[in-house]
């Protein structure tokens, strides 16, 4: 074993999270290392809202698709077309966008690694020591270790790092999910179920796919994700997928890898140690229930945790590590809690997930929706509006509007 130097901070995990803390430090001064275990990819759907873009600085040479529009598909193969109304969705591909936020830390000043997190120890008057084998080492016993005054563990829903620092963390529940890159095919023109439309992510709240999340399609310009998730144990997720090609004709495209990992369900109760550890993105739990959003949350999360490590090096107080989560809850907590509600009693069965897409198809509920999602902001400024999705939630939970009853409406109309 080598022992190099002291770092301000030791970054572990280069995904979304930990570059965002990474580069946030080094901009600050901080002598940081940003320690990421090469040829990880997480399955992801790639979407990432205005806010994030804003927020964050993302380029539009990022961004590999534009999403203009949502379909949900209903158990009964009905779908719903949710529009934006002038604005769009942006679609990254994992493996270069990581890459280019790594790129971003050490540009900033952050010391790049290719390395896997072994263990964390203590020397003899208490500092971290991270120790990591080298991604080029040729002995699988080799290790390096560096010494750390603050540590941000950013590696992931099974966190190594959390696991061995933060009580609670090995009970993080998680969902499983699976997806397969494939190779985009031509447009096709028309409003049929299994039209393809680059500028349109398509969700499956099916049974058949997954008893209690949703399979999806994801445009990313020239390669496309086709994916699903559960928390079932025993549930095919390649069969699952390999179903939804065959059903939409997408098993006929070139499969450019394929790729699973667990997304987890809730945010940690704690994501720090109370003394130089904290955690982010994955690894502190911050990915949205019910929609699996996590892109977005883990900049946030990568951004909170570098902040709390700045305070806890100017300060000496590790209490500053708790801002973080406490900062992320007051700003998105609520949002978590309603989704969570909303994942638990809309995806149970496939009778309640055939209501939940007919929802869907009302007016109000898509612009609040959308109005939501881009800005990650409750919607207070049309109480009327809430007052209105209130009863007609009310209606189709309780059966007195059954599902898909304004668009027979619909159709006996323009029929007649």
Known sequence: MTTADTFDAVVVGGGPAGATAATDLARRGRRVLLLDRPGRIKPCGGAIPPKAIEEFEIPDAQLVAKIRSARMVA????????????????MVDREPFDEWLRERAAGAGA????????????????????????ADAEDRDATISVRARAVIGAD???????????????????????????????????????????????????????????????????????????????????????????ETGLDRCQTIRREGAPIPLHPLKKWDNGRDVVLAGDAAGVVAPASGEGIYYALVGGRLAGDAVE?????????????ARKRFMQEHGRVFWILGIMQRFWYKNDKRRERFVSLCDDPDIQQLTWQAYMHKKLVKAKPAAHIRIFFKDMAHLLGIVSPWQKAAAKDAESAS
């Not at 790049?112 to 263990?119: E, L, P, Q, S, V």
Request: with cysteine.
């Open 156 to 246: 992931g829903a099974m966190s190594s790092v959390a696991k061995q620092c933060i009580p609670g963390a090995k009970e993080l529940p998680h969902v499983a999910a699976y997806h397969e890159i494939v190779r985009s095919p031509a447009p096709t023109s028309g409003t049929g179920l299994h039209d393809f439309d680059p500028a349109r992510c398509d969700v499956y709240y099916q049974g058949k796919l997954s008893p209690d999340f949703y399979a999806w399609i994801f445009p990313h310009g020239e390669t496309t994700s086709i994916g699903v998730g559960t928390e079932r144990k025993g549930v095919s997720l390649h069969r699952a997928v390999q179903q939804l090609r065959t």
């Open 75 to 90: 158990p009964s193969d009905r779908h719903v077309d949710m529009p934006i109304d002038g604005g769009y969705v942006g």
């Open 111 to 134: 010391e790049r690694r290719n390395g896997t997190f072994k263990r964390l120890t203590r020397d003899a008057d208490g500092t971290a020591l991270i120790h990591y084998r080298p």
């Open 311 to 323: 305070a806890l090096l100017l300060t000496g107080q590790p209490k500053a590590l708790g801002r």
